[in-house]
């Protein structure tokens, strides 16, 4: 995978909000290959609009945002190559257990040896014992982490998450968080919605803070004291 100054994405004046009324922004950023940007501020503060609006689920109040050089269009062949997100919202098939459901990602991405990927992450998210299990069998933090695992048995150049720590516990929260970093030293650009400022300084090498409706540039520390004082 090429990491050299690869643009992914890249977003010009990007107001959010909804109905034609601001949420966040303007909003002036380029993200490349290998580059980790955690997104912080308080409840409501217009993360989840934010990042929502960047990677094309939702329309700009106005401005634009690109990603690989295309106007966001999450139909697009290249774009679901490419990206890879996790909203807060649980997704999953009623009559499919947690291995089917990998498996349906796994063929839907082609993956080479989809079930010893599929096998490497239901070890990783610890679901081996709950692979036969159907998604209302599983606990909240469970559901969390299929969703999860399913975002990263796929390749993605941009991985897309909103609060992924969110429901799990402190050894998962570590275990994902070096993971996702180790992602982005190896090329993937990642965007994150976190409140945990641990997890913020172990995946993050620039943050994106939200005060006011203002989008303001940050260190990891600054946004890691944000949240901590917030
Ligand atoms: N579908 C919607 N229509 C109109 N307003 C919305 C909608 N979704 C969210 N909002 C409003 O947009 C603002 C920002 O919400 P958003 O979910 O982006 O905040 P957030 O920073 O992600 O919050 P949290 O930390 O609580 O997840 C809030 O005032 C919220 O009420």
């Not at 999953?92 to 498996?103: G, T, Y």
Request: aromatic fraction near 6%.
């Amino acid at each position: 995978m090429e990491t050299t100054h690869r643009e992914l994405l890249r977003a010009s004046g990007l107001v959010a909000g909804y109905g034609g009324n601001d949420v966040c922004g303007p909003l002036d950023l380029v993200l490349e290959a290998g580059q980790a940007l955690g997104i912080v501020g308080f409840n409501a503060a217009g993360k989840s609009t934010l990042l929502r609006t960047l990677v094309g689920y939702q329309e700009p109040v106005s401005g634009e945002s690109v990603i690989l050089g295309s106007f966001t269009d999450d139909s697009s062949f290249i774009y679901r190559k490419a990206v890879s997100v996790v909203f807060d919202e649980d997704a999953f098939f009623p009559s499919l257990s947690v291995e089917e459901h990998l498996q349906l990602i796994a063929g839907g991405h082609q993956i080479e040896e989809a079930q010893a990927a599929v096998e490497a992450e239901l070890k990783f998210f610890d679901l081996t014992a709950a692979r036969t299990s159907y998604p209302h069998r599983l606990s909240s933090g469970q559901r969390r982490r299929l969703l999860l695992a399913a975002a990263l048995l796929r390749p993605s150049l941009l991985l897309v998450l909103d609060e992924p720590e969110q429901r799990l516990d402190p050894v998962m929260r570590a275990a994902l968080g070096l993971r996702l970093r180790r992602l982005a030293d190896a090329g993937t650009a990642l965007l994150v919605i976190t409140h945990d400022p641990e997890f913020l300084t172990m995946v993050a090498d620039s943050v994106l803070l939200i005060v006011d409706g203002q989008v303001i540039p940050a260190s990891v520390q600054d946004g890691a004291a944000s949240i901590a004082h917030s």
